[in-house]
């Protein structure tokens, strides 16, 4: 046992994520613009973001975020049950409600702990959680914690789900369907409203996460449950990260339940408060959102634009391009890197199949999705399918 160390195991598992091509660095951002990023000295236009609608470098969300910094400072200083529950804190809670058409929200400082939070707090060791095999790392994080009985169905799979339902859910105290919205690694839609009438007849909850169709579909911008019309009664989470460009997460749903979840979420009641600033960004980009659908539209007519220079059609601002191997989707995000465009290969563990995945944004010029579907054509996008 002489010249053994504890830690040992780490450099040999870190081979092991070397040798199989998983092995991961975070890049330096060293500048950021409504549609270039700055990399290793080099500018390249943007397809990696998940800032849809380019309010994470909008002056007036900065000029929100400040204002409530100089209002009341920097952190909330405790968690909200003790004496971190600001006013605007209130004020962001009431608007995602009104927004989402729903009765009351909560605010995290993630939607990671959202989805790490809620769940548990729903359902037990008694209960089973229907999820869909591509749901998000942290709905299937949340689940695991919640010591339920899960099944995963077949992606955006309703007839598989219904057989599973209709197998296992009588023998369960409280079920719950939990799926994407918008799937982040595909950017395909969850079939809402069979899962929603599923959801009836088995009497079980739903959970939707909306984190990649806020701002993106409906016609205020407030989801996919807003573009569908769903008015049954559900929950809904998602992230103030993404199109509403700042950080913190949410979860909206009836008075009821969400006085529960105060009292019941533990990622809600033991962390500090959501940061004033990212209160204040994410209140003034919701109203930005909400007044201006022209960011929308813009938005929609960059991703229709891509998709007519590909020949594929675009269900959301997200867009995979598959690759049998690692190597070739890396190959293929190094090319485009070379010609100053930023596109990132995403592959296993995050996703089963290598891949580019391209984040489409309202603030891209025409010539910028020009240039990135004429530069997909001329590398190997022949060979590859989508
Ligand atoms: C990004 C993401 C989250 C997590 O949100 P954060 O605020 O970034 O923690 C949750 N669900 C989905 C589907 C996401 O894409």
């Known amino acids: 046992m002489l010249n053994v160390s504890p830690y040992d195991w780490v450099n040999s598992h870190l081979d092991t994520i070397q040798r199989a091509g998983w092995y991961r660095q975070p890049r330096l951002v060293e500048d950021l613009s409504e549609n270039t990023i700055t990399i290793n000295g080099q ?3 943007n397809f990696a973001s998940n800032n849809y609608l380019g309010l994470a470098t909008d002056t007036r969300v900065k000029q929100g975020a400040i204002r409530s910094i100089e209002r009341y400072g920097i952190g909330a200083t405790s968690s909200r049950l003790v004496v971190g529950n600001y006013e605007l804190h209130r004020q962001l809670e009431t608007k995602i409600a009104q927004w989402k058409g729903t ?10 702990m ?3 939070g809620v769940i548990p707090a729903l359902v037990g060791n008694r209960d089973i959680v229907f999820s869909d095999r591509y749901n998000h790392a942290c709905l299937k994080s949340g689940t695991k914690l919640s010591g339920s009985f899960v099944l995963e169905y077949d992606h955006c799979n309703s007839l598989h789900l219904a057989q599973l339902l209709e197998n296992h859910r009588p023998h369960y105290r409280r079920s719950i369907i939990i799926t994407d919205s918008v799937f982040s690694m595909d950017g395909d839609i969850a079939p809402l ?3 929603m009438a599923l959801a009836e007849a088995f009497n079980s909850m739903v959970l939707v996460d909306e984190a990649h169709a806020v701002g993106v579909f409906g016609a205020e911008g407030a989801g996919v449950v807003q573009a569908l019309g769903i008015r049954q009664p559900l929950i809904q989470m998602g992230t103030l990260s993404k199109a509403i460009g700042s950080l913190g997460g949410y979860v909206t749903a009836d008075r009821a339940l969400i006085a529960y979840l105060q009292n019941r979420t533990s990622t809600w009641i033991y962390s500090t408060g959501l ?7 994410a209140l003034t980009a919701i109203d930005i959102i909400q007044q201006q659908p022209q960011l929308r539209e813009r938005l929609w007519h960059n991703c229709h634009l891509l998709g007519k220079i590909l020949g594929i059609t675009i269900t959301s601002p997200i867009v995979p391009i598959i690759y049998e191997n690692i190597d070739r989707a890396v190959s293929a995000s190094a090319k485009l890197q070379d010609q100053g465009l930023l596109v990132p290969a995403i592959r296993p563990p995050t996703v089963p199949t290598p891949r580019l995945r391209i984040s489409v944004m309202a603030t891209h010029t025409e010539t910028q999705i020009q240039k990135l579907g004429e530069s997909l054509l001329a590398i190997d996008h022949r060979s590859a399918h989508t």
């Open 193 to 195: 409203r069979e899962i």
């Open 275 to 281: 940061s004033l600033g990212d209160t204040g960004a």
């Open 114 to 116: 959202v989805n790490v």
């Open 103 to 112: 009765e009351s929200s909560l605010v995290f400082s993630s939607g990671y």
């Open 43 to 45: 500018t390249l236009i």
